[in-house]
């Protein structure tokens, strides 16, 4: 094993760490309340420079793997659920949702 392996899955290790999504939320005694901000000029930006051309780009390996999943959620009873799950959401998080709306 090479001497630079560890030091590389200790750096992707808190890397992911790192990255992984923290929610916040602020607690009361008996609600749960999700402050929602405004979306940003940057925001916007990255948006469409960044998250919608890869939500495309998953959109249509979806649909894909969806063409081939059709025939065995068919046969299975799901294919509502897997229609649901493999082409419309990812449609309406790629061209229905706000612009900056994470």
Do not use: H, W
């Amino acid at each position: 094993m090479p001497k630079r392996f560890p030091k590389l899955i200790a750096g992707l290790l808190v890397m992911a760490l790192c990255l992984s999504p923290i929610s916040a939320f602020a607690v009361d005694d008996t609600e749960i309340y999700v402050f929602k901000r405004e979306p940003q000029g940057q925001g916007m930006a990255g948006d469409i420079a960044i998250i919608r051309p890869i939500s495309i780009g998953c959109l249509i390996v979806s649909t894909g793997a969806y063409l081939v999943a059709l025939p065995f959620a068919a046969l299975g009873g799901n294919a509502e659920e897997t229609t649901q799950k493999m082409v419309v959401e990812p449609f309406n998080y790629t061209f229905r949702r706000p612009l900056g709306d994470f």
